[in-house]
Structure formats: C-alpha cells, structure tokens
C-alpha cells in the first residue's frame, strides 16, 4: 500500500523555501492549506490542463467555473489524488507531496462526487464514517471494524450536517433515502474525518431550492469551522448567492479569478464562454397561434388533481413547483409515463388517451425525461442509435431489419440541425459532454415529429454555452409551430423561454404568470407560499 | 493445362483415400459398446467382457464408451459422432431408451447395426439382450424378501428414477409378486427415486423409516441403493430388523453384506454381459441367424429365449442372474 | 384486513429472511398435519444433518454473491478435493488424522477459489462465466487424472468423523437417531462467516463491492483483494464440505455434488440475498438451506411423490422473487 502521502523534492528546487518550512513548522497554520504550481497535464497528448496555480485557504469557499471539457474534472481528480499531473506540484501545508487517493483523504481533502459515490446498499452510518476506518488502515482490509467509533464518528458528522442521528436513521440503507438526503450524508462523510478542503462537484443538480438552501446552510457552517469548501457549478445565480470566490477555466487554462460578489453573471459567462451570451429573455413574442392542447381536470391519485390549461400552437409554458408539487407527475401523465386516472386531453381537437409512452409517441407528443442517464439515453449505444430509438418502426426494411443507412441519413440531419457535437455517430453516447447528451436527447424527440414537445429538465447538469444552444432550439421549434411545454426548477431558464408560467403547489395550480411580468423572486415566492 | 493436371492429381489422391478406407474397413470391424455412464464400477467391470470379447475374437475391434454424466442427451450425442465415424455396430446401454429412438434409427439407417442391452421397449434396435426376463428377477427379489420377512410386514421398493425402466420393471414384478403369493405383505410408497446417488438413497430411506416405522422390508433399485439404505439401517440400529435386498456390487456393498445391514445382492455380471452383447453385435455384423435356444458360449448365456420385440427387432433373453450374500462373497471379486 | 396483509407483506419485504421463516413454518405445519412423525426429535436431527453440505456450499456462495460475484464451480471444487485426497489418504497415508485431511481439503479448495477470483478480476469476464468454465475444467481433471470409480474403502479416520455423535435419542419403531458431531462444523463456518461479514473491514468491502464496485473502488477499497478473498472462502467452505460429504456418506463416489449448485443458489436467493450482489445474510442463507432441505427431504412424511419436489421448490423461488422485486421496484 501507499504511504498516506509522503513529501517530495524538498531540497531539489527551492532549497531556501524548504529551509523555511523547517525552521517555522508551525507557519502552515496561517499559510493556504493547498497550492498548486504550474499543473500540466495531457492525455494522449493533447492538454487537458496547462499550468494552472491555483491557492486554497482555510475557511474559505470556491467556486470553479467553466464550460464542459475545459478542464475542471481533471483538476478535481488531480486534487483528489486520482490523477497525477505531467508537470508542477502540489504543496500541502507548504509541504510539496505527491497524492494517492488515500494519500488524499488522509491530507483531508474530500470530494463529493456528482453523483455522491455512496454505497447503496450499506447503511448510513458505514457510508459516513467506514472510510475513516478504511483510510487508517491504508486500505488493508483484514482489520475488525471498531463499531462504537464508527457510530460515534457518524453521529457527530450527520449532526454537523442537520440530519438524525437516532440509530435508526444510521441503520438505513443509503438507496431507501431521498436524493437530497443522500446529499447530506455524502457531505457528512466528508466532513467525518477532518477535512481540511471539501469538493462538491455539481451539489445541486438534483436538488429543489429549499434543499440547496439547507445545503448553503451546512456549508456556511463548515466554513465557520475552518473548513475549505470547493464548489463545481453550473448555476451561476446560486455560487452568487453563495458568495465567495471564483476560478474560472477555459481550454485548460485559468482565465480569471476573483471575488464572486464583484462580478456580474455577464461577465461570468463571458469568461466562460468566450463570448458574449445574450442572457436576457430569449423569447421576443407572444406566440398565440391557433389552440393545440386542452388539459381538462386531469388528475392522479396522490399526485395531482384538477389540474386545467390550454397550450397554443407556437406557444411556450413553463411549470413549475417544488419537489413534491405535482410537476413532475404532471409531466410524466402527459407523455403517458404514469398516466392520470381521471380529466381530459385533447391535442388539435381531438381527445386522446395516454396510458403508456407508446401513445403519446403515437399522438405526436414528444418527451426528453428528466434524468437523461438513467431514463433516457442508452449510454454504451452508438448516437445513431439512441436519436433513431423512438422511430425504429419505420425505418425498418421489408425484411424487417433495421435500414442503416436511412437510420444514419436522419441521424446525420438531426444531429446538423440540433450542433450535436460528436467525433463520429456511432461512438457511444456516454463519450459526449453533458450538453451535447441533452440534445441527442432532445434530437430523439424531434424524430417523431411531435406536435407538442414536452422539455423535463432540459438543462440539468449542461453548462452555459450548451444551455444557450439549447434555449435556441426551443425558440425555433415554437417559432415553427410546436407547442412546447417546459418543465423545470431552474427559474431564469423558465423566464428566458416561457410565454406563461404555472406554479403548482401540493398537486393543484397554484398561479399561472406571464413571464414577461414577472421577476425571479415573485416566482420563489410563489412556489414557497404555504410551506 | 496446368489446372487440368491439377484436378487429376486431386482425383487421383482423392480415389486412394477412399481405396485405403475401404481396404480398412473390410479388415477390421468395429464394435463399440456405449454404456450410460463412463467410470461407474458396473461398466467398469463391463469394459472387461468388452476388451475380453475383442482379444478373443479375430478381426474385430471393440471399445467401451459413456458420457461422464448420467444424462441422456449426452449419450445421444455420444452415438451421433459413432454413426459420423461410421463404425460398423453399436451396442447400447440407454440410460432413457425412448430418448434415443431417433439417434439409433438414424443409425440403422446407415447400415450400421445396433443391439441394445436392458432396453425391451425400444423400438429402433435390431436385438435386445436381456440378462434374463426382468419379471422374473423381479419376483426374486421379492421371494428372498419374503422368505427373510416371514412373509409379511410393510415393505417399500426404490428405483434410480421412474425413467429407467428395468428398475421399474424389477419393482413392478415384485409388487405383482407380492400380490400374488404373499397377501400379508403390505407394499407402501413404492418406487422411490435414489438418482443413483447413496447420499439421496440415505436421505428417503431415512425419512421412510421415520414415515412407516413398522417397515420390515425395502428393495433397492439402482446399483448403490442398497448402500444408502444399508447405512440408513445400520445408523436406526435396525440391523436384523429390517430386511434389504437389491441389486449391488459385491465389492461395493461387501461391508454391509457383512455387518448384515444389506442381506443379499443379486445382479448378472457386466462382464459377461458386455462379452455377449458384443458377440450379438457381431454375429449382426455377421449376419448370422439368431435361434430360439442358442448358445453365446457364456455360463447363463447357453440357452436363449428369443422373441419378438416391440418393434422390428428381437429380444434375446438369458437366466444370468447370481445371488451374493454375506457367506458366498469372497468368490465374486468386483 | 387489507391493511393487514399489506402491513405483513411490507414487512416480509424489508425483512426478507421472515418471508423464509414464514415458508418454513407453513410447509412443517403442512407436513406436521399430515404426518405427526414430522414432530420427532429424529426428523430434527437428520434435517440438520442433511443441511450441513448445502449449507457449507450455502455460506460460500452468499459471500461470493454479497461481492457481486457467482460462484458455480464449487461442487466441482469441494469432488475434486474429496476424491483426490480419499483416494490419496487411503492409499499413501491411511493413518493421517481427519483434521489434517480437513485443512488440506481448506487449502486446496481455497486455492482453487483464488484462481476463480484472479481468473475473475483479470479477465474482467462475467463470473458466472468464468466459474462456469472452471467447473467443467475442474470436473473433467477428476474425472480424467483422478479416477471415475466409487471409492468405498474409505480410511477409517473419515469415516470415524462421520460417526462422532453429540446427542442419540430413540424411537417409536425401537430405531436410533443420532446427531452426529460434524453438524459442528456448519455451526463454526457460519459464526465465522457472520463475523467476516458484519465486524472486519473485509466484510464491509465485499458489501461495499457487491453494492456498486465502481465508486468502492473510488473510495480506496481493492477490489482484486476482496474479489480474491471472496472466491477463495467459497473454495475453502466447498473442500471442507466435500470432505464432510465424504465421511457422512462413507464412500467418495465422484459423480456425486454434481448438479446440487442449483440447489444452493436457491437457498441463498429464498434466504434473501439479491441476485444482482451487494446483500444477503448468514441467517438468511441457512434458512433457506433449511428450507431447500426440507422440501426436498421430509415431502416424503406428506405423502408427496419425489417428482413433485422440484415443483414446490419452484414455486417457492418465483414466489420468493416477485416479492423481493417488488422491494426493488420501490
């Protein structure tokens, strides 16, 4: 096994720098926890990162901004001891080291992966607090676990990060919680062990704003304690709300950095992106073209009831809510998912019955699912083969076997008319960025020709430069006709897009805005009144 | 001109081939017995009567072959691959005759000629031999059992499974034996399957003792029921009380024989059962006649019964069967 | 009462092994009503006796199930050693004491095991398939280089084993029934089997693996170490049970165990692990070997013809899967 991390090189380059840090031990006290000087890295020769510094202090919070592939990943993975850099070196405490990923943990850094990497199986008092155990024992597994440390240790991380601590809730497998609280408890196993820096990468992606509120809460508390905290974000308007400061990369390189508080979301993107992002409303006019959708006192049992709107041709509504508010039942009975068990729909005047997604796709209604991963895409699947999916039917030859080459010739427009950037069509989806996911997506959707596009979280996880992409397509399927409706929790995407809003409450609607007369804070308003 | 002289090398080449294989085949016969499992002690001992049979007899070349596995469709293909080298006969111990209707008509189909042994109700063979009539072996059994239980008392039958059919044969005529002459034997869950296996034996014959625990009597079927059932009697501590007899090995069950858990075994011996059914599949290949009362030369073999069979075919039957107990053992040493 | 049955059948779903507890209790009721011989301390014994090799194989193969593994070349393992080392005791060193026989039989199958398990890691094939192919490899080898006939001169040290008694109690019919001493053993692999398990780093890990292997690895643990581990306690629990199958049965027949993996997997699927890996647990497993035991030996007290065995086994594992799917689903 690796040692924890050992340091390295004291005396080949700077040797008065290392005299320094032998007279004065104790200076890493105040000085940054970790530096990072000069960090090349490439793959296969191509660069992936060049020369990036980058300093964190104690108690302070971060924000690493960037477009998707502009280096960001890579960074967390040299920090976190997965990757080693090609060039530069990492100093901890002052002291340079080299990192291995227990040598890592063992530093006190924690990551807090996208997607949480907690075992769903073990309860949550192992997933916060076995890896202290793990860690001490440099990875060797024949060791009896100390149990009364482990619970110890796990009740003092989950109530430094306000969840229960009844034994009960530690004896809980991790895959019977709620998203939100998996949130918590990936937290809380980051923080079990003195940690000195923790990394969220995308913590919010999945949660409502009451939940990212309570999560801000937990970080402002770890940051009283000492605790360096480094988020990876997409959602500009929350690192803003969280404050602190900013790194923004692109192309491998760091562009800028600073005080989050000093800049503009304009400016943020801008450095982001390169270019300037129209960020205003994306929607010019009102589209009121003839009525296409007419929902009639639709309801699901313990989901949503009475629920009455009408869409026109051209037209965009968003619908919007909290977790529990009924949108995403809503969404789903639309495209026949789970269908309502009782009201109306009539699409272009004529009633039509949804009881599996074979009748929607049939009525003309096209769907992207909100969990592009798990609901949507057939990851190891060629592109070709996960835009085509919706319409194999027709494209099948007399002998019943799939044309090829009418399959790649759609494949090919769609992709040209929707910018998916992929090396080759039929490399699997998983190798695309997460924007360009979205559109093969979006890309299927548009296979069937719907009539109305229904959009659940079209933007989760894609970066700035995609989501612009992307907000252009749902313009130009509106400006063509297509009635679109759009699910989501991301309000100023809901306000760039949508004609009218609606905002459930506890399965009803609740109000229904016009976008263009309404600001952000009336919209969270309204979604949090009653609770 | 060049390809010309080519396609006449080939044809050349091609028409020895074929000149050497045919010369072969004229000089030597072959003979191979396919028996239901490869290794186990009976057709171990079979193999002997089998390689005897070859030495002995000029101009003919014998084998012995079985799956490792007491599986039917193993078997089968065992006998695909026989008619693919195209032997010139096959001598078959079907572990389920039914199953191999079509692989033995195919066979037949290709000249070859097929016996079987322990299968009278196959259809697709030219000759089946039998030890000796199965009804009659069963109610032999059943008359040792009788005579050791005093004729009467509760008593049960195992079998290897419901798919062999001599086993059910022998457990059948032992019934009907029982019925007949001894109407104070009381026959009770007959037909238990062992799946060969001494362990599975073990196990029901337990569970018999505890279900009828007035049970005098129990006959085994396949050739290690009687361990099982001997091992069951002897851990009840109903040795003596509890009379066993079965087909069995003697080697095999010498140890029960002995402490008297197992009271007698009878069975015909392998080996000169593959001896003759070679001799049968010879006199096939042959074309020798087959006469009621015949002699193949084999003590139990001197003087066969021959009947029509359930197809085509006829059914040679001998009065092969030996009786082992504890006092004649040492003189079968197999 | 409709609460009821849907309080009761969410309750068997978060607590699967009470789902087999309840099948248990059910069919020896059945069979207690329909024969009273059912309730004798002697149909207890052979019931633990005949549980001992399908739970030793039971144990072990929920260990490699729990690290996301399957395990089907253990009967081959636990013939291979048991015949061999018969057949070579007998022959070269018939005085050699059982437990020397016993940790060799440990041995060799945890060796056997650890090929499996760096077969497994390296060829980062399915282990369903790797296992698959090492069992023919195995059973051909026996069948091939060691000897194909039933061995019945056992060395008396075995067979001794076998007739160690703990308890004798008699019958109705004036027969005895005995307990015999090696049912200790299924009694020690399974208290070390649950430690492993539940207090040691290596239990966690083959969990922890079995969960999602992918973000354990993530998280520091070696996956080559735990998969090795977990294949190589498998052989080992099989060359043990292949040698307790031996001294029980007083003969080494190596045809025997073979088609039996069928049986164990079915007892540690009712006893509520996940197919898929990542759960299970030792209580769990050895109820499910009792009740994969029970139907298949005591259906005779019912009156049931052995052909209808394989049917309630059946219907008790599609019945056992659609509720733990359900418990998936949720």
């Known amino acids: 096994m690796e040692p924890g991390y050992r340091a390295i090189g004291m005396n080949s380059q700077n040797p008065s720098r290392s005299e320094t840090v032998k007279a004065e031990p104790e200076a890493t006290a105040t000085g940054p926890f970790l530096e990072l000087r000069g960090i090349h890295k490439r793959f296969a020769g191509v660069y992936a990162l060049r020369g990036i510094d980058l300093t964190i202090e104690a108690g302070e919070i971060y924000h690493l901004m960037g477009e998707n592939g502009c280096g960001k990943s890579t960074l967390i993975k040299i920090i976190s001891g997965a990757l080693s850099p090609d060039e530069g070196s990492i100093l901890i405490g002052g002291r340079e080291v080299v990192l291995s990923p227990i040598g890592a943990l063992s530093a006190g850094v924690e990551t807090v992966y996208q997607d949480l990497s907690l075992l769903p199986n073990l309860s949550v008092a192992e997933n916060t607090a076995l890896s202290q155990q793990l860690v001490e024992s440099e990875g060797r597994l024949a060791r009896r676990i100390d149990r009364a440390r482990l619970m110890d240790t796990a009740v003092k991380a989950l109530a430094a990060v306000g969840l229960p601590t009844d034994a009960r809730f530690c004896a809980t497998a991790v895959e019977e919680l709620p998203i939100a609280t998996r949130q918590l408890v990936a937290i809380a196993r980051a923080i079990a062990t003195d940690a000195k820096l923790v990394i969220m990468d995308e913590p919010t992606s999945a949660l409502t704003r009451r939940e990212v509120e309570n999560l801000i809460g937990v970080v402002d508390r770890l940051r009283a304690g000492g605790v360096a905290v480094l988020f990876v974000s997409h959602k500009l308007d929350e690192s803003k709300s969280i404050g602190g400061r900013f790194i923004v990369m692109r192309d491998g390189a760091k562009v800028m950095e600073g005080n989050i508080a000093d800049h503009s979301k304009s400016e943020l993107s801008y450095w982001m992106t390169g270019k300037t992002l129209d960020v205003a409303r994306y929607r010019h006019a009102a589209h009121g073209g003839e009525p296409l959708l007419e929902v009639n006192r639709l309801g699901r049992t313990g989901a949503f009831k009475d629920v009455s709107f009408a869409l026109a041709r051209g037209e965009i509504i968003g619908i919007t809510g909290l977790l529990d508010s009924g949108r995403n039942e809503l969404a789903r009975a639309l495209v026949g998912v789970n269908p309502a068990d009782s009201g109306t729909i009539q699409l272009a005047g004529r009633p039509i019955t949804l009881r599996r997604p074979i009748d929607a796709i049939d009525a003309g209604i096209g769907y992207v699912p909100e969990d592009r991963l798990s609901e949507g895409l057939f990851l190891e699947k060629p592109v070709r083969s996960n835009i085509v999916a919706e319409v194999l039917g027709q494209l099948v030859d007399r002998f ?108 009803m609607i609740a109000e229904t805005f016009e976008a263009e007369n309404v600001d952000e804070d009336t919209l969270y308003h309204s979604l949090l009144l009653e609770r | 001109m060049a390809t010309m002289k080519k396609l ?276 096939l290949v042959d074309g020798t006649e087959f006469k009621e009362g015949m002699d193949l030369g084999v003590p139990g073999y001197n003087n066969m019964h021959v009947k029509q069979g359930p197809g085509k075919g006829i059914i040679v039957t001998g009065q092969a069967w030996i009786d082992v107990n504890k006092d004649n053992l040492d003189k079968y040493n197999f | 009462m409709q609460t009821s049955m849907a309080g009761l059948s969410g309750w068997l779903i978060r607590h699967p092994p009470l789902f087999t507890l309840l099948l248990i209790v059910l069919v ?118 060691v000897g194909t006939e039933l061995f019945v001169n056992i060395p008396m040290s075995i067979e001794n084993f076998g007739k160690y008694e703990i308890w004798r109690v008699g019958t109705d019919n004036g027969s005895i029934a005995i307990l015999p001493a090696y049912v200790l053993v299924l009694v020690v692999a399974a208290i070390v089997t649950w430690w492993i398990l539940n207090r040691t780093l290596m239990g966690r890990a083959i969990f922890a693996i079995g969960g999602n292997s992918d973000i354990a690895e993530r998280l520091g643990y070696d996956i080559r170490k735990v998969q090795v581990f977990a294949f190589a306690y498998s052989g080992l629990l099989a060359g043990i049970a292949g040698m307790l199958h031996v001294s029980s049965n007083r003969l080494a027949n190596p045809f025997d165990l073979s088609g039996t993996e069928m049986g164990v997997i079915a007892a540690v699927v009712l006893g509520g692990a996940r197919i898929t890996g990542g759960s299970g647990t030792v209580a769990g497993t050895l109820l499910g070997v009792v009740l994969i035991t029970l139907v298949n030996n005591v259906l005779i007290l019912a009156g049931i013809p052995s052909t209808w065995q394989a049917f309630v086994v059946g219907c008790f594992i599609v019945l056992a899967g659609a509720l733990f799917a359900t418990r998936e689903k949720r």
Not at chain 1, 484 to 493: A, C, K, N, R, T
Not at chain 2, 137 to 151: E, I, R, S, T, V
């Open chain 1, 400 to 507: 019943g076997k799939i044309d090829v080459g009418r399959s790649r010739t759609l494949a090919t427009k769609i992709a040209a008319d929707l910018q998916i950037v992929a090396a080759n069509l039929d490399n699997p989806v998983q190798s695309l960025s997460g924007g360009n996911q979205q559109r093969v997506l979006i890309g299927r959707g548009l296979t069937i020709d719907p009539k109305l596009f229904v959009l659940h979280g079209p933007t989760v996880g894609v970066d700035v430069g995609s989501k612009d992409t992307i907000f252009r397509i749902i313009q130009k399927l509106a400006g063509d006709g297509m009635g679109v409706i759009l699910v989501s929790d991301d309000m100023p995407e809901l306000l760039q897009n949508c004609d009218r809003i609606i905002v459930m409450r506890k399965g």
């Open chain 3, 28 to 145: 020896s009721l059945v069979i207690g009503a329909i024969s009273p011989q059912f309730w004798q301390m002697a149909n207890l014994f052979d019931m633990a006796r005949a549980s001992v090799v399908t739970g030793l194989f039971g144990l072990g193969f929920l260990v490699v199930l729990a690290a996301g593994g399957i395990d089907m070349s253990f009967t081959a393992i636990a013939a291979l050693l048991m015949y061999w080392l018969t057949t070579a005791t007998a022959a070269y060193a018939p005085w050699m004491p059982m437990g020397v026989v016993l940790a060799a039989a440990a041995v060799g199958g945890m060796l056997l095991g650890m090929c499996n398990g760096l077969l497994v890691h390296y060829l980062k094939a399915p282990a369903l398939i790797v296992t698959i192919g090492t069992q023919y490899v195995i059973r051909s080898f026996l069948l091939t280089f």
């Open chain 2, 8 to 283: 006449a090398v080939c044809a050349l080449l091609l028409g020895s081939v074929f000149t050497i294989g045919t010369a072969l085949a004229a000089g030597n016969k072959t003979i191979v017995t396919v028996v239901k499992l490869a290794g186990e002690t009976w057709f171990t001992r079979m193999d002997q009567g089998v390689k005897d049979y070859g030495v002995k007899t000029a101009g003919v070349t014998t084998s012995e072959i079985g799956p490792g596995k007491a599986d039917a469709a193993q078997q089968e293909r065992l006998i695909e691959d026989l008619i693919a080298r195209g032997v010139d006969a096959i001598a078959v111990v079907p572990f389920d005759p039914p199953m191999l209707e079509g692989v033995l008509k195919r066979a037949m189909d290709r000249g070859i000629k097929v016996m079987t042994h322990e299968a009278n109700n196959l259809k697709n063979t030219q000759v089946d031999m039998e030890a000796f009539d199965n009804a009659a072996f069963g109610a032999h059994f059943n008359d040792q059992l009788a005579d050791c239980m005093g004729k009467s008392g509760t008593w049960t039958s195992f079998v290897g499974s419901l798919g062999s059919l001599t086993h059910v044969q022998w457990a059948d005529a032992s019934a009907a034996n029982a019925a007949k002459k001894y109407p104070d034997m009381k026959l009770v869950s007959a037909k238990n399957e062992s799946f060969n296996d001494a362990n599975t034996a073990y196990n029901k014959a337990k569970e018999l003792l505890k279900k009828f625990p007035d049970l005098k009597g129990i006959e085994g079927g396949s050739a290690v029921d009687v361990i099982g059932i001997g091992r069951a009697v002897e851990e009840a501590g109903l040795v003596g009380k509890i009379c066993v007899y079965g087909i069995g090995m003697p080697n095999d069950t010498s140890r029960y024989l002995k402490s008297g858990a197992v009271n007698g075994i009878s069975l015909w011996d392998p080996k000169d059962a593959g001896f003759v059914m070679n001799k049968i599949a010879h006199m």
